[in-house]
């Protein structure tokens, strides 16, 4: 059974860092394009950051572009974003998420779209 356990949330003060991390579990990722996703109080789902399978192209949304970093460590099975220069409007439920490699890969596809499996999410919040 395919599944993601998040971890790496919580509360930081603005400016602070936090690294999420998803581990993958009845599926290899070396075949999966990866993501993370993120939904504010009261907004819809919005795309946060995406990767290629082969790891070779990062997306990132305008609004965490040079403060976020999307990894994969497939030797581990797991995705990870590290967070850097928080901002209150940060403050969301982080999802991590994958779609299978079918021979073609667009990042703002995937970032307005989303992908095919998603994780349960973690909260983070940034606040003083």
């Known amino acids: 059974q395919l599944q993601f356990v998040e971890s790496g949330g919580g509360l930081v003060q603005p400016g602070g860092s936090l690294r999420l991390s998803c581990a993958a579990s009845g599926f290899s990722l070396d075949d999966y394009h990866i993501g993370w996703y993120r939904q504010a109080p009261g907004k819809e789902r919005a795309g946060v950051s995406c990767?290629?399978?082969?790891?070779?192209?990062?997306n990132y949304a305008e609004s965490v572009a040079g403060r976020f970093i999307i990894s994969r460590d497939n030797s581990k099975n797991t995705i990870y974003l590290q967070m850097n220069s928080l901002k209150p409007e940060d403050t969301a439920v982080y999802y991590c998420?994958?779609?299978?490699?079918?021979?073609?890969?667009?990042?703002?596809?995937?970032?307005?779209?989303?992908?095919?499996?998603w994780g349960k999410g973690i909260a983070v919040t940034v606040s003083s």
């Open positions: 990767m290629s399978s082969s790891g070779g192209t990062t």
């Open positions: 998420a994958a779609a299978q490699d079918r021979g073609w890969y667009t990042g703002s596809y995937y970032l307005e779209y989303g992908m095919d499996y």
